[in-house]
Antibody, heavy 126, light 107 residues
Framework: QVQLQESGPGLVKPSQTLSLTCTVS??????????WSWIRQPAGKGLEWIGR???????NYNPSLRSRVTISVDTSKSQFSLKLSSVTAADTAVYYC??????????????????WGQGTTVTVSS | EIVLTQSPDFQSVTPKEKVTITCRAS??????LHWYQQKPDQSPKLLIK???QSFSGVPSRFSGSGSGTDFTLTINSLEAEDAATYYC?????????FGQGTKVEIK
């Protein structure tokens, strides 16, 4: 079955750009109406949706982070990536990638995140 | 942005007891409400999608109900392995949002 694995530096200096990659294995990124999402979780806190990308390159971002976030996809490598610029200590968190799968129920279609990576911890510190 | 408010924030429960967690949305989201379980140092796992549909492989003691703005996750006959934090999540409108989480502790 599909598995996701995050990778990238665990330590980023303030004001620099955080860069993470999610590698998809065990299945194709294309062929379904799936989006591929990034979510983060500061230590001891709740989950925050960062944004998502479709394999066509279409993106949706959380307005709270939109000015600093770029999500891209490389289907030839089965990867999608997150860049978060001008980071501060507030961006310290566990970052997860997830598949945002389209499901159907009768005539209705909806999205739900059914597969998650194990998460990677990113610390912003000098 | 749709705000999801869960209650309670924390619950201490004995095994075999029934657990009920509620999630209230700040506006109607139809049935686009999903529930996740997160154990310490693990990623969230999907339990219930579209308010009441069990995700593949999830034990039958987990069930969901509700629509519109009020939703419930029920765990019948709690087991020790169910100790975790539970989150609701809405995908009705962007940005997607999560509830603040409900921590379930086993007495």
């Amino acid at each position: 079955q599909v598995q996701l694995q995050e990778s990238g530096p665990g330590l980023v200096k303030p004001s620099q750009t955080l860069s993470l990659t999610c590698t998809v294995s065990g299945g194709s990124m294309s062929g379904n109406n799936d989006y591929w999402s990034w979510i983060r979780q500061p230590a001891g806190k709740g989950l925050e949706w960062i944004g998502r990308i479709y394999t066509s390159g279409r993106t949706n971002y959380n307005p709270s982070l939109r000015s600093r976030v770029t999500i891209s996809v490389d289907t030839s490598k089965s990867q999608f990536s997150l860049k978060l610029s001008s980071v501060t200590a507030a961006d310290t968190a566990v970052y997860y990638c997830a598949r945002d799968r389209e499901f159907s129920y009768g005539y209705y279609y909806y999205y739900s995140m059914d597969v998650w990576g194990q998460g990677t911890t990113v610390t912003v510190s000098s | 942005e749709i705000v999801l408010t869960q209650s309670p924030d924390f619950q201490s429960v004995t095994p075999k007891e029934k657990v009920t967690i509620t999630c209230r949305a700040s506006q109607s989201i139809g049935n686009s409400l999903h529930w996740y379980q997160q154990k310490p140092d693990q990623s969230p796992k999907l339990l219930i999608k579209y308010a009441s549909q069990s995700f593949s492989g999830v034990p039958s003691r987990f069930s969901g109900s509700g629509s519109g703005t009020d939703f419930t996750l029920t765990i019948n006959s709690l087991e020790a392995e169910d100790a975790a934090t539970y989150y609701c999540h809405q995908s009705s409108s962007l940005p997607q949002t999560f509830g603040q989480g409900t921590k379930v502790e086993i007495k």
